[in-house]
């Protein structure tokens, strides 16, 4: 392998199949992950996967990727518009990052458009579903090999 990357999943998603599919679609979380380990299979990457509904949790496996791997593709969820904390973990590890989101925020409720995470953020990836997943690490990968 190449080197590895982060998958960071936030709150709500360990619901994704259940949760508003209308908004979120049928696919599950362990869909989403298998799309993530096929794209980095694919670019001799190796994953490591965490999802959690706790800020904290999400905080402590960002920073403890610092040293372990090249870059990180981040779904903070709710997460994405309320944590300073989330923010400021991503900042101190200064790792390449892509976030994604499973819909379009930008149709969505007004406070949805705001990020914490997108300053820190070479690309994001908003409304494709669990595809977005795959472009997120495409994107990744190709920016650590460049």
């Known amino acids: ?14 619901l994704l199949g259940t949760r508003e599919p209308a908004i979120y679609g049928p696919a ?18 190796a994953v490591d996967i965490v999802q959690s509904n706790h800020e904290g949790a999400l905080v402590d496996a960002i920073q403890a990727a610092q040293g372990t791997a090249e870059g990180i593709v981040i779904n903070p969820a709710a997460y994405t518009h309320t944590s300073v904390a989330i923010a400021d973990a991503l900042a101190a590890v200064g790792l390449p990052l892509v976030e ?14 705001h990020s914490y995470v997108s300053p820190h953020a070479s690309a994001v990836i908003a409304g494709a579903g669990i595809q977005g997943y795959r472009f997120a690490v ?8 460049d």
């Not at 080197?3 to 709150?11: A, E, K, T």
């Open 1 to 14: 392998m190449t080197g590895r990357l982060l998958i960071v999943h936030g709150p709500n998603l360990n």
């Open 138 to 145: 495409e994107h990744l990968t190709a920016l650590l090999r």
């Open 100 to 113: 994604v989101h499973l819909s379009n925020v930008h149709a969505r409720e007004p406070f949805r458009s």
């Open 28 to 45: 599950t979380l362990e869909d989403a992950n298998e799309v993530c380990r096929a794209a980095a299979d694919a670019a001799d990457f």
